[in-house]
């Protein structure tokens, strides 16, 4: 009873920040996620994304309260408050299935469309709510039970990882990044995915076109086997990696040929698509990316980037140019792009 008592009193408002703010943070580590490729930040960054989402379940029971207390008089924001309070559910619901490994991955893209899908009404519902900070809130008082949300949201977490652990589900392999295992050491069996706007294209290239400090050089895609190789992991966005012997050129030798001279410490290189996606990495990285013709021994397939793709160990799978055509150093630095490609 006195627990019961004592819920009335002290869900209001501050329940309702900790709610937007969990579910905020939920979205940035989220949307971070994508861009963080090395294994340490992705871990930290995944882990926080995690940890965020399970935490709203720690205040269901103050939330509940409020619901109960506020429907009545709310007849004309019920729908608002139903629809965002029905998508956040699927939004958490959709990650746990995935982070356990029973769902098909295609559960990943389901996650992020209906968190993207939250976000204006969030924004709409809590503007209409009034839901804002006060000095009041910087208590000792509040700051004490923000702590306690945050150790309640990592055990929770934990709890879930250790779950995954004992009982060996499929999700317990997976990345710091969050990604599943798919197809290490067998090319055909890793999932075909590309960047939301590409499609394969009908024909391949027979040549790729090189252009630095002026000179333009067209290089036959046989003569791209240089018995260069790499071990490296293709972590796609998609919620899937798989770690492959790749084999190809060294970007760094390539341009050495085409240009006769060492490669300056500055500038960046631009790989381009045939599809017109693009990416620019710094110059100086040129002798960890390689460009592949082929994985675990086997030529790629149309899927995989045939005849050649842009292997970027410890970057994200939309660092992994498919189908490139063009390969061209610039004098912009590498940050000038956008962090996500919008081709």
Not at 33 to 38: E, F, K, N, Q, S
Not at 69 to 83: D, F
Not at 87 to 106: C, K, N, Q
Not at 260 to 287: F, K, N
Request: aromatic content about 6%; overall charge positive.
């Amino acid at each position: 009873m006195a627990v019961r008592r004592a819920l009335p009193r002290r869900a209001g408002r501050r329940t309702n920040l900790a709610l937007l703010g969990l579910l905020l943070l939920a979205f940035a580590t989220g949307v971070l996620a994508y861009g963080v490729g090395t294994p340490t930040a992705a871990t930290v960054v995944v882990a926080t994304h995690g940890a965020a989402g399970l935490g709203l379940l720690l205040l269901v029971p103050w939330k509940s309260v409020i619901v109960g207390r506020s429907w009545p008089r709310a007849a004309s924001t019920r729908s608002l408050a139903t629809g965002l309070g029905v998508l956040v559910v699927l939004t958490v619901l959709t990650g746990v299935l995935h982070a356990i490994g029973v769902a098909p991955l295609s559960m990943l893209l389901f996650h992020v469309g209906v968190a993207i899908c939250v976000a204006p009404l969030l924004v709409v519902h809590a503007w209409g709510r009034g839901q804002r900070p006060r000095r009041t809130d910087l208590s000792r008082r509040t700051l004490l039970t923000t702590g306690a949300l945050a150790v309640g949201a990592a055990a929770l977490w934990a709890a879930t990882e250790g779950a995954l652990e004992l009982t060996g589900a499929p999700g317990a392999d997976r990345r710091g990044t969050g990604s599943l295992e798919h197809g290490t050491d067998d090319p055909t069996a890793m999932p075909v995915t590309q960047w939301f706007t590409d499609t394969v294209p009908d024909h391949p290239l027979d040549a790729l076109t090189v252009v630095a400090r002026g000179r333009r050089t067209r290089i036959p895609i046989s003569d791209l086997d240089r018995g260069d190789r790499v071990r490296a992991v293709l972590d796609c966005t998609g919620g899937w990696y798989a770690s492959q012997d790749w084999a190809g050129v060294r970007l760094d030798r390539l341009l050495g040929e085409v240009t006769g001279t060492d490669l300056p410490g500055g500038g960046s290189v631009d790989v381009i698509s045939r599809t017109g996606y693009r990416r620019r990495l710094p110059l100086r990285d040129a002798s960890s990316l390689l460009l592949a013709t082929s994985a675990a021994g086997a030529p790629l397939s149309g899927g995989h980037g045939a005849p050649v793709r842009l292997v970027a160990p410890g970057r994200r799978g939309f660092w992994w140019v498919k189908w490139v055509e063009r390969i061209e150093v610039v004098d912009a630095p590498s940050w000038r792009q956008p962090p996500f490609p919008l081709q």
